[in-house]
């Protein structure tokens, strides 16, 4: 758990006022709101925050997009910002202790929520702001958690379903010199190139699940040793070319070096 929980959120994470607010309004096409959650080389983005004329009305996440691609299959683009999601009405205010912001992450199972001065939403705050406070005490291996590697000729769907069903980012696969992996940013990258739109139009969605995820470029993996700290893993992590880290055969996100 990230230590000072009592200071607030504007002292935790200065920099989060300093940077563009990313957001959507209800009307914005899908395929507008998911290139801002895919990989891109300018920007990074854990969600996106829902405005209608400024007032606060949803969030988005991986997740929720996710789900959405799995239930509405090959027409997933046809909706707009605003059907996705989940509702949202009151925001995090910047006075508020960094403990509310922790609450809500842990409830939700989604590090992601927009912050207000003075009624207005003029930021947002994910868990990857807050890794420089991260507590330091412990080696960054007592917080790792187990992997579960999968086949590299996986489908793309079946990869959808597994990150759904099992709560996670990134899929892992063990190959002879150490671990690789995909991230949930790097399927929706795919699903929304111009490849994947023709496939599915020429041969419908089940189309996808003839792609293996061997088709979409695996990341070698960052590996610690296990004797190395919390701190060199914070570090790392606020690399967004690492969203997790290797030790042994173990994964450590920056969920676990914040929420455990």
Same mark, same amino acid.
């Not at 006022?17 to 959507?24: A, E, I």
């Not at 914005?28 to 959650?37: I, M």
């Not at 239930?71 to 996705?84: C, F, P, Q, T, V």
């Given at each position: 758990m990230v230590e000072m929980q009592d200071i607030s959120i504007k002292?935790?994470?200065? #920099?989060? *006022?300093?940077?563009?607010?990313?957001?959507?309004?209800?009307?914005?096409?899908? *395929?507008?709101?998911? +290139?801002?959650?895919?990989v891109g080389p300018q920007i990074y983005a854990d969600g996106l925050v829902v405005l209608d004329a400024g007032r606060l009305v949803g969030r988005i996440g991986?997740?929720?997009?996710?789900?959405? %691609?799995?239930?509405?299959?090959?027409?997933?683009?046809?909706?707009?910002?605003?059907? %996705?999601?989940?509702p949202l009405e009151k925001p995090l205010d910047a006075d508020s202790p960094l403990k509310d912001a922790l609450s809500m992450f842990s409830e939700t199972r989604f590090a992601f929520m927009p912050v207000a001065t003075g009624g207005k939403i003029v930021a947002s705050l994910s868990i990857r702001d807050l890794l420089? %406070? !991260?507590?330091?005490?412990?080696?960054? =291996? #007592?917080?790792?958690? @187990?992997?579960? !590697? =999968? #086949?590299?000729?996986?489908? =793309? =769907?079946?990869?959808?379903? *597994?990150?759904?069903?099992?709560?996670?980012?990134?899929?892992? +696969?063990?190959? @002879?010199?150490?671990?690789? *992996? %995909?991230?949930?940013?790097?399927?929706?990258e795919f699903l929304l190139s111009h490849e994947a739109r023709q496939l599915v139009q020429e041969r419908g969605f089940s189309a996808l699940d003839d792609v293996p995820l061997s088709h979409i470029e695996f990341y070698k993996g960052r590996v610690m040793n296990p004797d190395e700290s919390t701190s060199t893993a914070a570090s790392l992590l606020s690399d967004v070319c690492t969203p997790c880290i290797f030790i042994g055969y173990k994964i450590l996100t920056p969920w676990d070096l914040v929420m455990k």
């Open positions: 002292a935790a994470a200065p #920099q989060i *006022f300093r940077r563009p607010l990313l957001y959507v309004s209800p009307a914005d096409s899908l *395929f507008h709101a998911a +290139t801002f959650l895919a991986g997740k929720h997009l996710a789900k959405h %691609i799995l239930g509405k299959k090959e027409r997933w683009l046809d909706a707009s910002a605003g059907e %996705i999601g989940e420089g %406070i !991260a507590d330091k005490t412990r080696k960054a =291996v #007592q917080l790792a958690s @187990p992997i579960t !590697a =999968v #086949q590299e000729n996986m489908g =793309v =769907v079946e990869a959808l379903r *597994f990150m759904v069903d099992k709560a996670v980012r990134n899929l892992v +696969t063990m190959r @002879p010199d150490g671990p690789y *992996f %995909i991230n949930d940013r790097r399927v929706l």
